[in-house]
């Protein structure tokens, strides 16, 4: 099968890809991102999360409204009515893992959304930690998976140790 | 020095930072991030960059637009004005290199903006070759350099190989 | 029956509700707000009425632009396709009542975006009315009636004098 | 002095008002709004803050962000650079409290911004109590004070019982 | 038939028109813009694209994004899901013709969507050429072809010469 | 003096232009664009403005926030803060005239703002009238005049009868 950028016509100009002629199905996709930092500055979220939480929560809030902002940040996606979006977060000794799962009904799938909730989640983070360290950074934000859709499932391979 | 976080108050709770006190100042950021994708698909955006060039540059256009849009994006972040915005792409075998320089002259930094415009430029080059490659991974989003206002400059120790 | 909060987790973390197994159905709300203020105020206003009437033109436009702002204001609403708001003012002898009808086919209620609708209204009346009057009250902003959705018919019930 | 609508012309038609003659002072404003529920639904507040108090924090981050959304919610507002916004709630028997205090250094006054910032926290708590209680009403919203500006410093004058 | 303006009511009051008893169904809509400048500012957009195409990348992102706004841009309009939206640019000897394609599946036209594309990417032509000639004329806008909905198709009439 | 395009760098690239280094002055913009339409539709307009003026004034109130949206809109545009916008109409025999008139005191002129407002104020005209006549033309969009800013004064020359 030849690979392809659907986003760009033959003569290499953008374009949003028409889906006119797709049927909606339930789809739903689950993305991932970490965030590393100094233990001292994840001592402070900890910290901050026993009391109030707001710094999660923060971010939680960030990442979801994202979520339904794709349409607007990223040029040729297509507006979608997201069913739902729900962000976890795995602390870890220097580092804070985000997973983002998004649902929707359509014709067109919503790996964008779980993409950018997870990455706007992380940058919040960062925006609230920088004060204690300019030095964190965001990495592997990546697709963990995908149903739904013409194209179906899509499960990421992960290097085994 | 005491690390703080400067976003919430001491009872826990998510704050916008008072800074009716400070002084405007001629303030830079700079921030990076790596896209990761197999060679066959770097060839896909690079032969697409030979005719219009339009994966890149909508990433470009999409990176700037949304270095205005992070008062809207990041909870607690000042509404500023942005005096310049730059994005520039370096290929190599494997990934591509985003660079993002955000100049503002204000009582508050471009941290954000600069590392705001790398990742969503980054996630527009998702979106643009996911057709052709699921696993592409963004990785390394990260703050190079900073200057300007209170703290002064920053600059990333990056370790020696 | 047990009352509960939906949008939090059983752990007690903001979701947005998964509404994917949810049928579409025409569901409708109406909301109403009073703005309260001097009569000598309302005269200014209602002196304006009867030359182009712009003060609540332009407050019935803010209010239906609202409606349709809720999903990037209320940061666990879904986003939804609206099929109709209306706004109705009622003006009496030192206050403006407004009423919104909303209309959407879908998934989730449109409760937020009747509220919304008169809210934002409200405040564009403030703002227009502000340098005659800062002490105008913005008060009563509730939900009249809902049909549609699985909750079935709401009617609120108005205590009689 | 004679009261006048500063946001029409004198034929009555809509316009923003031109600020550009005037001097950037220090501004701060003060706005409340209540939120009245029945003392079931509070509970639920109370005890999910408890766990990670995630309904007033959603409540909070909505009305920092609304606030920076001023100028594109109320149509004659003008767009200005926030310093501070912070947003604290007094919980009651049956009802919530808010308090927001926003503080912009420039040529316009911010009563909007807090105003609006604690009419869409108002919003927001209706949203994630509204499975458990529809008929929430939200009440008395009015700037309790403001000081800068040309206009000065304004205090409500509330009755006294 | 007698003429009438649906978006106000018999009143004369605005007012988003109700589509809920409508039925979906794909819509498409043409429409085209021209902007008119001097041959020798039109060179420069010329060599420009011979190097990475800039100018009218920018332009045509900038307007497929616009067709994406358009419910926060016009007051009255509908939120709807666009399927597609092309942009398409002609070189002429001293102006550039845009046409923009706007593709949806639902109970109201696309017209505005492809309106507001055209003219925004004009706008934004004028952005990136107003340094070499402040006397760009944007002209034309129309709607060339609309198909789809219940008032069926619409061709615009052109005269011959 | 050599034309050049200002928003591109010497390699082709998009880039928003470095204020960093200019001085705040105040500036002002005047724009103009015409709606052409049959006289039976614009009998439509003229009637419903002796009722509530709905037409016009939700076209001024759209125009006006569309100038507080350019950032948004036109890729390249700084943000900056209006420091006043008005429009005004003028109604022909079969054309509506629109003037806009932008006020700031920044960096960067506010050409695109009143260029803006004038476009999307048509625009909105077009959405109410398009149930009447779907063939209305908007046209002859261009910048009439500004003041201040490095450049200084700029007048539209027009030709003389």
Chains 1, 2, 3, 4, 5, 6 share one sequence.
Do not use: W
Not at 121 to 134: G, S
Request: hydrophobic share 40%; charged share 25%; net charge positive.
């Amino acid at each position: 099968m030849e690979k392809k950028l659907s986003h760009v016509t033959p003569s290499g100009a953008a374009r949003m890809v028409d889906i006119s002629a797709k049927n909606p199905t339930v789809r739903e996709a689950i993305a991932k991102a970490t965030v590393k930092m100094q233990t001292s500055t994840l001592e402070l979220v900890k910290s901050n999360s026993l009391k109030k939480g707001d710094v999660l929560a923060v971010a939680r809030v960030a990442g979801i409204m994202a979520a339904k902002k794709v349409p607007d940040l990223i040029p040729l996606c297509h507006t979608l009515n997201i069913d739902s979006v729900t962000i976890d977060f795995k602390i870890k000794k220097s580092s804070i893992g985000i997973i983002a799962t998004a649902v929707s009904t359509g014709k067109t799938g919503v790996e964008m959304e779980a993409l950018t909730a997870v990455s706007v989640a992380a940058l919040t983070i960062y925006d609230m930690c920088k004060a204690a360290e300019k030095g964190i950074t965001i990495t592997d934000i990546y697709l963990e998976s995908k149903t739904g859709g013409k194209s179906g499932t899509y499960k990421r391979k992960h290097l085994s140790p």
